[in-house]
């Protein structure tokens, strides 16, 4: 699972979750939140030098004909992108959560940290999607399907692997059911337009999108 064509789509989504790890640690050991404003900088920064490290061997984000990627795929992948997020803000029953969100107050001193502000949804939008889907839907998804996963065209996916996707995709979220949703519908954009950038603009336009709802609204907790 982890080797050379593996480990440049495996490596940056595991630092992502290294520093999820480091922050859960400090804050048992007795840090307050405040204290760990910055570590999303430096999670995201490390992920970005990643992708930018391997970004030769991403031979899945060369960017598509028009025959796969023409207006309407984008067009579908922008319109899946806006209904994940509205099933996000509203898939929020008791027995569709698991845990606390930490959740990210970018207020500080009586003001708002824009810096923080513009890495946070940067990062969710722009880096996240491409770390995320390279991951799940690239790498995962298709080496359910066979170990030479590079060589498994999407539109040949069984469902059955969309789906197992899917529930772990959803499970790394506290808003799991939300997530397994969500991971449905980028598992079938790729499918259905054979190009991961159908996913990765779709997951982008739900993320940035939630950003700016979250600035609007001040929910914080859905950071």
């Known amino acids: 699972m982890f ?4 480990l440049p789509r495996v490596l940056p ?3 992502y979750l290294f520093f999820i790890l480091i922050a859960d640690v400090l804050i048992w050991a007795g840090y307050a939140q405040e204290q760990l404003r910055y570590l999303y900088v430096v999670k995201i920064a490390a992920v970005l030098a ?3 490290c391997y970004r030769r061997h991403y031979s899945e984000l060369a960017w598509p004909g028009r025959a796969t990627m023409g207006w309407p795929a ?3 992948s922008v319109l899946a992108g806006v209904v994940v997020l509205l099933l996000w803000l509203n898939l929020g029953a008791s027995w569709m959560v698991v845990g606390e969100p930490a959740g990210f107050d970018p207020r500080s001193g009586g003001g708002t940290d824009w810096l923080l502000v513009v890495v946070r949804i940067a990062g969710a939008a722009l880096v996240v999607p491409v770390m995320e889907e390279l991951f799940w839907r690239s790498f995962l998804l298709r080496w359910l399907q066979s170990p030479n996963f ?8 069984k469902f059955r692997y969309i789906v197992v996707t899917a529930i772990l995709f959803g499970f790394e979220h506290n808003l799991w059911f939300a997530g397994i949703v969500a991971g449905l519908a980028y598992g079938w954009l790729y499918v259905r337009f054979r190009t991961l950038w159908s996913a990765i603009i779709a997951h982008g336009v739900t993320n940035g999108l939630l950003g700016a709802w979250v600035l609007m609204t001040g929910q914080w907790a859905y950071w």
Do not use: E, G, K, N
């Open 150 to 157: 590079l060589t498994v065209d999407p539109s040949l996916l």
């Open 3 to 6: 080797d050379r064509l593996a």
């Open 13 to 15: 989504f595991f630092t």
């Open 50 to 52: 990643l992708l930018w």
């Open 74 to 76: 984008i067009a579908w």
